[in-house]
């Protein structure tokens, strides 16, 4: 027994039934003492409550914060010795003017903030709605091949189970065209030939497939490579194109250990075909939860766009020569990935910020999708467990960056004043508490009386 809890239960009890016994005789007085005839004046009922709710937007005519005052605010942060090698660019959103910076042109290993850039070119190069196409086609009797066209959220999940990407397309999907066809099918091959070059980069670490950081690249996959679909730290294929045709082998009915990938490109009658999701909700996914596979993707689809081969490097190029043309600063950029996994990436505060900057101002709108993808600090993706209790929660958006001593961040954040600011930061060589020294040092864009 709990003698405690019983005797706080009879409290309870107790105090409920005097509050019974006192209403009974308040009633009562005030009915004894009103007369046959009396008035009884009735309050006037209030007035409905009404809400509002809505995204309310900032006044252009916030005060802007002095690159004095910003300073002053920032000192003390600046100075914890755990953010290691340090840069950073702070500028105003509406004007476009550079607030603080620190090392703004020095190259430094970006992380997944390279990510940022990615996203930025595939909405200046692509179309929002372009989606990508997983063909099936029949060169001779019995034989099908499954061509890759860069499809990444395939998946291999039967009808009525989630799957990892929302709105994927299925494997099932396939087969059941394909048996719609009359086709035979005793062979599966698969065609990988749209990417060109390696399938890792340089400057990525094979453990990486078994952390569940990245896949070899081919131009098909299931679930990003995923072995578990649906698991958060699922590792990741070493064969993720053989993978698909097996599965899709299997929902045929065809021993999955004959599949055979194929060293050139196949020619037959399309059988069957099915799309990805568009790509807004492709960059989403990507920004939100730094989805590397979906990152190189995404790079070669620009690369394409722009006549350049589906590769590492020509994705690279074509993500600089996307933001270039659209006047961004890329000097001191070398990319050999489009995910910002590479140790040998190196960007630059200054374009990163710049490509922030036009996101979040008013002369590139075909930019302004970008905020969209930003993960909420305190709320969402990669930023949802990060900033909890700040001020900054709710008010700072950004893309996080992390590799072994390095931390990244850059975004966008509403200051104390109501104006926004957007920034681009980036810590190599940190200490142990990186990750915190850097998230208070944005944190403090949000808290600061900066004005003065």
């Known amino acids: 027994m709990r003698p405690t809890r019983w005797r706080r239960s009879t409290f309870v009890i107790l105090g409920l039934a005097l509050v019974l016994l006192v209403a009974v005789v308040t009633t009562t007085t005030v009915v ?9 004046a009735v309050p006037p009922a209030p007035v409905p409550a009404s809400a509002q709710p809505g995204v309310v937007p900032v006044t252009d005519s916030a005060a802007k914060p002095t690159a004095r005052g910003l300073a002053a605010a920032l000192a003390p942060v600046l100075a914890n010795p755990d953010l290691g090698r340090f840069t950073g660019r702070i500028s105003d959103a509406l004007s476009g003017e550079v607030l603080w910076e620190q090392g703004p042109h020095v190259p430094m290993q970006p992380a997944s903030t390279n990510k940022t850039i990615t996203a930025a070119a595939a909405l200046l190069a692509l179309n929002r709605s372009d989606r990508l196409t997983t063909r099936v086609v029949t060169p001779s009797p019995g034989v099908v091949v499954l061509v890759g066209g860069g499809d990444q959220t395939l998946s291999a999940a039967p009808h009525g189970e989630d799957t990892w990407y929302r709105d994927a397309a299925r494997i099932v999907d396939l087969a059941e065209q394909v048996r719609r066809s009359g086709v035979p099918v005793k062979t599966v091959q698969v065609d ?38 649906v698991t958060v730290e699922s590792r990741r294929s070493k064969t993720p194109a053989l993978d698909a045709g097996r599965a899709l082998a299997a929902a045929l009915r065809v021993d999955p250990a004959t599949v055979t990938v194929l060293p050139t490109a196949a020619q037959g009658r399309e059988i069957a075909s099915v799309q990805s999701p568009p790509l807004m909700q492709r960059l989403r996914d990507m920004m939100n939860f730094s989805d590397n596979v979906m990152a190189e993707s995404i790079g070669r689809e620009i690369a394409d766009a722009l006549g ?15 933001l270039e043309k659209t006047g961004i600063d890329v000097t001191g950029a070398k990319l050999f990935d489009s995910s910002g996994l590479s140790v040998d990436d190196r960007l630059t505060a200054a374009t990163l910020d710049e490509v922030m900057t036009a996101a979040a101002g008013t002369d590139k709108p075909e930019l302004r999708p970008l905020v969209d993808t930003l993960a909420i600090a305190g709320g969402s993706g990669t930023l949802s467990y990060r900033y909890l209790n700040t001020d900054a929660a709710g008010f700072l958006r950004a893309k996080t960056g992390s590799l072994t001593r390095t931390n990244t961040l850059a975004g966008i954040v509403t200051d104390a004043d109501d104006r926004v600011l957007t920034f681009a930061l980036l810590s190599n060589d940190a200490g142990p508490t990186g990750r915190t020294a850097l998230d208070a040092f944005a944190a403090t864009l949000r808290s600061c009386g900066c004005r003065s």
């Open 32 to 40: 004894a003492a009103r007369q046959p005839g009396d008035e009884v």
């Open 192 to 229: 990988v030939s749209a990417y060109r070059g390696p399938s890792m980069a340089v400057g990525w670490d094979p453990r990486d497939i078994d952390g569940g950081d990245i896949a070899p690249i081919e131009s098909v996959m299931l679930d990003g490579g995923r072995t578990q679909p």
């Open 308 to 322: 350049k081969p589906q590769s590492f490097d020509g994705a690279a190029n074509a993500v600089l020569a996307t």
